[in-house]
């Protein structure tokens, strides 16, 4: 349990958290939040804080937007919820809006709360409609805590539980920095790792995969992206399985990284697509969608996800709104400019920081990977906790992804609405923590 820092105006509220929350995931940041408005939090204490995770990875369109706000307001007066056998305008509108943002043929949609809910029903839908069971997915994959989406998962979270879902199986996530299979120059030969792990996929399987489920852009796998190409390649080795793709666009989709979907940068059509986070913009907001073939399919075969949560009008009527700004903003447009913005600036931070290794990501999701030696490429999970520390006392909130074999790495997601002044602000904390944090750690 993180303890308060000396400014906290409540040891109560410390104690009570400590007494009554259980801890779900590492430690709590030591500040209690009062508010949040666009790409600012305020603590109870008065401090401003830059969130440059909009949340977790979720609100695109910064906190508490006019819109969104009004949007909420008048729904809640109206329809929030519904059995989940009833439809709503809103739900029925966001579907077809979902589609008409999406190539041909994904024109089906079910509207659910997280990604992990949206994830496990994509898998219970591939393997009913496969009529297999097998899963294979990424070695630093993160797609959620219910059963199927964690045994999905294999980024952190495995030990200690017991069995996960049979027949599910790990390939090498492709990291051109650190490349496990290379050519005669060092770079990754990512071919030749696909090929590998589909060799001991085949070994290992009974004859029964259903589906591969990845992300375009490994995030909690420290913001990894497969070179062009990896994609419909992998979609390929699916093909000669019979196996479904299942992109899960938790983070990437909705304009966050340039496009609308990271997947159309590699012109590869999943069979099955997820969205969570984004879509609504920090509520609880989720979607798988399909062909009408394969939704046609898992119907004659009886397919069941009925959560109490599934098309409610609430959340879908916010998405229609996540979906007029994103739109009438081109906010596509401006995540791919202020991505380059971002970028270059962490290029700068990098000529002057030898403890930064990396840098890598798309559009406004970035990764910065922290290194003791540019060399060897070392890494060093003091010093990255301690740029974290430096970067919130400054006014800055960061998040660092630690995983065995690779460096810190700092998970950098703006809102897509954050002003240049913001990205400018947030770059000029982060090069003071990184300076301070490694003069003390040197």
Same mark, same amino acid.
């Given at each position: 349990m993180a303890t308060p820092s000396t400014a906290s105006p409540s040891i109560e509220f410390w104690a009570d958290a400590g007494r009554h929350l259980v801890r779900y995931g590492g430690e709590f940041t030591p500040e209690i939040i009062?508010?949040?408005?666009?790409?600012?939090?305020?603590?109870?204490?008065?401090?401003?804080?830059?969130?440059?995770?909009?949340?977790? %990875?979720?609100?695109?369109?910064?906190?508490?937007?006019?819109?969104?706000?009004?949007?909420?307001?008048?729904?809640?007066? *109206?329809?929030?919820?519904l059995f989940s056998g009833m439809l709503s305008r809103p739900v029925v509108d966001l579907a077809r809006r979902l589609a008409g943002t999406l190539p041909a043929p994904l024109t089906k949609a079910l509207l659910l709360t997280t990604g992990a809910e949206s994830n496990e029903a994509a898998i219970r839908m591939a393997k009913l409609?496969?009529?297999?069971? =097998?899963?294979?997915?990424?070695?630093?994959?993160?797609?959620?805590?219910?059963?199927?989406?964690?045994?999905?998962?294999?980024?952190?979270?495995?030990?200690?539980?017991?069995?996960?879902?049979?027949?599910?199986?790990? +390939?090498?996530?492709?990291?051109?920095?650190?490349?496990?299979?290379?050519? @005669?120059?060092?770079?990754?030969?990512?071919?030749?790792q696909l090929d590998f792990g589909f060799d001991l996929i085949d070994a290992q399987s009974v004859?029964?995969?259903?589906?591969?489920?990845?992300?375009?852009?490994?995030?909690? /796998?420290?913001?990894?992206?497969?070179?062009? /190409?990896?994609?419909?390649?992998?979609?390929?080795?699916?093909?000669?399985?019979?196996?479904?793709? +299942?992109?899960?666009?938790?983070?990437?989709?909705?304009?966050?990284? /340039?496009?609308?979907?990271a997947f159309e940068r590699d012109g590869v059509v999943p069979d099955i697509l997820t969205l969570s986070k984004t879509l609504g913009a920090g509520l609880p907001l989720a979607a798988v969608l399909t062909s009408a073939e394969i939704e046609q399919e898992a119907y004659d075969r009886g397919f069941l996800f009925f959560t109490t949560h599934v098309s409610d009008p609430l959340v879908?009527?916010?998405?229609?709104?996540?979906?007029d700004v994103l739109t009438r903003d081109r906010l596509d447009?401006?995540?791919?400019?202020?991505?380059?913005?971002?970028?270059?600036?962490? =290029?700068?931070?990098?000529?002057?920081?030898?403890?930064?290794?990396?840098?890598?990501?798309?559009?406004?999701?970035?990764?910065l990977e922290l290194v003791v030696d540019r060399e060897t490429k070392t890494s060093s999970d003091e010093l990255g906790a301690a740029v974290t520390r430096r970067c919130l006392e400054l006014g800055l909130h960061m998040n660092i992804?630690?995983?065995?074999? %690779?460096?810190?790495?700092?998970?950098?997601?703006?809102?897509?609405?954050?002003?240049?002044?913001?990205?400018?602000? /947030?770059?000029?904390?982060?090069?003071?923590?990184?300076?301070? @944090? *490694?003069?003390?750690w040197s």
């Open positions: 009062d508010r949040a408005a666009g790409s600012f939090l305020y603590t109870e204490d008065g401090r401003r804080i830059l969130d440059f995770t909009s949340g977790q %990875m979720s609100a695109i369109l910064g906190h508490s937007h006019p819109e969104i706000v009004d949007t909420v307001r008048r729904q809640i007066g *109206s329809l929030d919820h409609v496969t009529g297999k069971h =097998e899963i294979v997915s990424f070695a630093r994959s993160w797609h959620g805590m219910t059963h199927a989406a964690a045994s999905a998962t294999y980024s952190a979270g495995r030990k200690g539980y017991g069995p996960s879902a049979p027949g599910n199986f790990a +390939i090498p996530a492709p990291n051109p920095y650190r490349p496990d299979f290379t050519h @005669a120059d060092g770079s990754l030969d990512w071919r030749l004859g029964s995969l259903a589906a591969c489920i990845v992300e375009p852009i490994l995030s909690s /796998g420290g913001v990894l992206e497969p070179p062009p /190409g990896y994609f419909a390649a992998l979609r390929e080795k699916c093909r000669e399985r019979g196996m479904l793709l +299942i992109l899960d666009e938790a983070q990437t989709g909705l304009c966050r990284t /340039g496009t609308w979907y879908a009527a916010v998405g229609n709104t996540v979906l447009e401006r995540a791919l400019q202020l991505g380059g913005l971002l970028r270059h600036g962490l =290029e700068r931070i990098a000529e002057r920081h030898d403890v930064v290794g990396d840098i890598r990501g798309r559009g406004l999701l970035a990764g992804v630690q995983l065995a074999g %690779m460096g810190g790495v700092f998970r950098i997601a703006p809102p897509l609405t954050a002003t240049e002044e913001e990205l400018g602000l /947030g770059l000029e904390i982060l090069d003071q923590a990184i300076a301070d @944090a *490694s003069a003390k």
